[in-house]
């Protein structure tokens, strides 16, 4: 098995905003025009979440590709970019799991989403950047602040999830390689040992 690219670091900190409280949603593979009519729709099927604070978590370039299944059969991939959505109002973990249930059950999350919110009973999104085994994931991008006209409560809790995430930035810039060791191939999945 071999990987289009390798990481130039290894190791690091991956830090996430963790809550109860307020909504925060993951949307893969989506691209921002989805992802805008997306917290569009839930403020005004939920008006209660807030304002929605929306920002890239990937840098996959939008673009089809074809790739093969084990198969050999053709499968057509369109690739784009992650999204995650903030919202800013306090309504509480069971709402919170409920909109992740009916979104799940419309496709709009992946499938086991609603399962793995109920079974950790919170939700996180990234907000450092995050070395993986093929790349790396940047820092999350702020991109566009919709204000919710369905409601006019403010709480607040974007403000929190940005100040969470500066410190996540911060953090990320100073302890960058956390595990001080050189890369000597050994953890590589093509290293025999």
Known sequence: MTFSKKPTDRGGLILGYTTRRHLILDLDNTGLEYAERMAYMIMREWPGVGDCLILQSSDYQDEVR??????????????????????????GYNTAAHICRVLAGLGVLEEDYDKIREFRGDMTLRVSRAVMMDHVKPLPVECLFLHNRHTERSHGYIGYYQKFKKIGELLGDRLGHSEGVPDDGSDSPDHDA
């Not at 057509?76 to 919202?87: G, K, T």
């Open 66 to 91: 074809l790739a093969y299944n084990k198969w050999g059969r053709p499968l057509v991939i369109h690739d784009r970019p992650n999204y995650h959505l903030v919202f800013d109002n306090i309504i």
